[in-house]
């Protein structure tokens, strides 16, 4: 017969297991931040950032070091000058002589830049209205080119600019015009406007996702956008010289699927279950993704932790290997050699994890050694980095814009969004002028002139 103060010992120690496994758990989560997670930087605490880009000390005072090479503003080319006058000294500066007018073969040019009073530029049609003989009035057409709103294509283009890629809010985008272009306006005409501007510029942001689905390689990262009091799923198809962002009802696979088409080229991610329908030799797994969850396990105690400092190791020294062939100190025979050592020692550990059975470790690693073939990519093709980091840096200046505004609240605003973001994001790489391209754009929309194009200039 079981002693009943037996029993109940070997409940509370039962219970005492669970408890310690909750509380390990919980501690655990209040330890993640961006640096051992997938937790965006903007959700660590202050102190965590203060910690993050507190510098290590050099030693060294603030500010320019001694022997430093100053930087100079450049002088604006002389044909873009306006007007130009040359000064002579009429004394000398020492005994106070009278001195000649004479032209210094290299005089100190001072520019000054200022800007013009800015007037309003306002065209007024009078469209007239005849009677016929039948009894029916006809009004005047607009001509070609006129818009049917009061905004011509350059202001059209510069609140785009304004809303869409500087971030202002709408209050603010009126107040701007009103104080500095003399251009009183509505917040509706104002957001009228917007929805203009996004038509305009839909066919080339959908010329330019149909290039970026082409590409031999493209990077694919996510993120949330709130639409009124729902959320949808923000992301972001980025190439080296074009970038795309669509905005979804979710982001559950068939959603991804059909955003993305047919299986071409190498796709750059994390490990999301979303993706699971690309062929995994095909795929590259972001490495920042693995090193932050390394990071986790390395903060762990006991097993876990030991496992964890490893795989951090070996993680280190891939990517050490990676930046030496990336700047050419490396062969790239000998990084593959080098690679190979690497992938067999940090998948024996990870196959080492998934034997521990140790709770929120092993079924990680066994989730990573599922995608053992989209580790390693890079090795092989040297187009291809090993980390995600491009989509995510493609995404922050949309997360940025979305702590500001909240997101948006109709379609009409998530359509603006997503295509304004993708025009500026592109032609920046390309380092090309995004208000002419905007100028262009709304041009052509009232059939002013050519439909522009997102894609790379050749030549």
Same mark, same amino acid.
């Given at each position: 017969?079981?002693?009943?103060?037996?029993?109940?010992? @070997?409940?509370?120690? @039962?219970?005492?297991?669970?408890?310690?496994?909750?509380?390990?758990?919980?501690? /655990?989560?209040?330890?993640?931040?961006?640096?051992?997670?997938?937790?965006? !930087?903007?959700?660590?605490?202050?102190a965590e950032r203060l910690a993050r880009s507190k !510098?290590? &000390?050099?030693?060294?005072?603030?500010?320019?070091? +001694?022997? =430093?090479?100053?930087?100079?503003?450049?002088?604006?080319?002389?044909?873009?000058?306006?007007?130009?006058?040359?000064?002579?000294?009429? =004394?000398?500066?020492?005994? &106070?002589?009278?001195?000649?007018?004479?032209?210094?073969?290299?005089?100190?040019?001072?520019?000054?830049?200022?800007? !013009?009073?800015?007037?309003?530029?306002?065209?007024?049609? #009078?469209?007239?209205?005849?009677?016929? *003989?039948? &009894?029916?009035?006809?009004? @005047?057409?607009?001509?070609?080119?006129? !818009?049917?709103?009061?905004?011509?294509?350059?202001?059209?283009?510069?609140?785009?600019?304004?809303?869409?890629?500087?971030?202002?809010?709408?209050?603010?985008?009126?107040?701007?015009?009103?104080?500095?272009?003399?251009?009183?306006?509505?917040? &509706?005409?104002?957001?009228?406007?917007?929805?203009?501007?996004?038509?305009?510029? /839909?066919?080339?942001?959908?010329?330019?996702?149909?290039?970026?689905?082409?590409?031999?390689?493209?990077?694919?990262? /996510?993120?949330?956008?709130?639409?009124?009091?729902?959320?949808?799923?923000?992301?972001?198809?980025?190439?080296?010289?074009?970038?795309?962002?669509?905005?979804?009802?979710?982001?559950?696979?068939?959603?991804?699927?059909?955003?993305?088409?047919?299986? =071409?080229?190498?796709?750059?991610?994390?490990?999301?279950?979303?993706?699971?329908?690309?062929?995994?030799?095909?795929?590259?797994?972001?490495?920042?993704?693995?090193?932050?969850?390394?990071?986790?396990?390395?903060?762990? *105690?006991?097993?876990?932790?030991?496992?964890?400092?490893?795989?951090?190791?070996?993680?280190?020294?891939?990517?050490?290997?990676?930046? #030496?062939?990336?700047?050419?100190?490396?062969?790239?025979?000998?990084?593959?050699?080098?690679?190979?050592?690497?992938?067999? /020692?940090?998948? @024996?550990?990870?196959?080492?994890?998934?034997?521990?059975?140790?709770?929120?470790?092993?079924?990680?690693?066994?989730?990573?050694?599922?995608?053992?073939?989209?580790?390693?990519?890079?090795?092989?093709?040297?187009?291809?980095?090993?980390?995600?980091?491009?989509?995510?840096?493609?995404?922050?200046?949309?997360v940025l814009w979305r702590n500001k505004s909240f997101?948006?609240?109709?379609?009409?605003?998530?359509?603006?969004?997503?295509?304004?973001?993708?025009?500026?994001?592109?032609?920046? +790489?390309?380092?090309?002028?995004?208000?002419?391209?905007?100028?262009?754009?709304?041009?052509?929309?009232?059939?002013?002139?050519?439909?522009?194009?997102?894609?790379?200039?050749?030549?």
């Amino acid at each position: 017969m079981i002693d009943p103060r037996d029993q109940q010992i @070997a409940e509370l120690n @039962a219970l005492v297991g669970q408890l310690r496994a909750r509380i390990e758990e919980l501690e /655990a989560r209040l330890a993640q931040n961006s640096s051992n997670s997938n937790q965006p !930087p903007s959700s660590d605490t202050p102190a965590e950032r203060l910690a993050r880009s507190k !510098p290590k &000390g050099s030693g060294r005072p603030r500010g320019g070091q +001694k022997g =430093h090479k100053g930087h100079r503003r450049k002088l604006i080319p002389p044909e873009q000058v306006t007007r130009s006058k040359d000064l002579y000294p009429k =004394h000398c500066g020492r005994c &106070g002589r009278l001195l000649a007018p004479v032209e210094d073969p290299e005089p100190i040019i001072h520019q000054v830049v200022e800007l !013009p009073e800015i007037q309003p530029d306002v065209s007024e049609y #009078r469209r007239h209205r005849r009677t016929c *003989s039948c &009894g029916h009035v006809t009004c @005047a057409k607009l001509p070609v080119g006129v !818009p049917p709103g009061m905004c011509g294509p350059r202001l059209m283009a510069l609140i785009g600019l304004l809303t869409g890629a500087y971030h202002l809010s709408r209050r603010q985008g009126t107040q701007l015009l009103s104080d500095v272009l003399g251009v009183r306006i509505s917040l &509706g005409a104002l957001s009228q406007c917007e929805e203009r501007v996004s038509e305009a510029v /839909a066919p080339a942001v959908e010329e330019a996702r149909s290039y970026v689905l082409e590409q031999p390689f493209k990077h694919v990262d /996510a993120t949330g956008w709130p639409l009124g009091n729902s959320l949808r799923s923000l992301w972001t198809i980025a190439t080296s010289m074009v970038t795309v962002f669509c905005i979804t009802v979710s982001s559950n696979k068939e959603t991804v699927r059909q955003m993305l088409g047919q299986l =071409h080229g190498i796709l750059v991610s994390d490990r999301a279950p979303q993706f699971g329908f690309w062929v995994m030799k095909q795929r590259q797994i972001c490495w920042a993704h693995l090193l932050r969850k390394f990071v986790s396990f390395a903060q762990r *105690s006991g097993p876990a932790g030991e496992v964890g400092e490893r795989l951090l190791f070996f993680t280190e020294l891939i990517f050490t290997a990676w930046h #030496r062939v990336r700047d050419g100190t490396m062969s790239r025979a000998q990084f593959r050699r080098t690679m190979t050592v690497l992938r067999t /020692a940090v998948e @024996a550990r990870l196959e080492e994890a998934v034997r521990l059975k140790i709770h929120g470790m092993s079924g990680s690693c066994a989730n990573i050694l599922l995608h053992r073939e989209a580790l390693w990519t890079f090795v092989e093709r040297e187009d291809i980095e090993p980390t995600n980091n491009h989509a995510e840096q493609q995404l922050r200046a949309f997360v940025l814009w979305r702590n500001k505004s909240f997101g948006s609240q109709s379609e009409r605003g998530c359509l603006f969004a997503q295509r304004i973001m993708s025009v500026v994001h592109t032609l920046r +790489k390309q380092d090309r002028h995004v208000f002419s391209f905007l100028v262009g754009a709304c041009k052509a929309s009232i059939g002013a002139g050519p439909t522009p194009s997102l894609l790379p200039l050749k030549g």
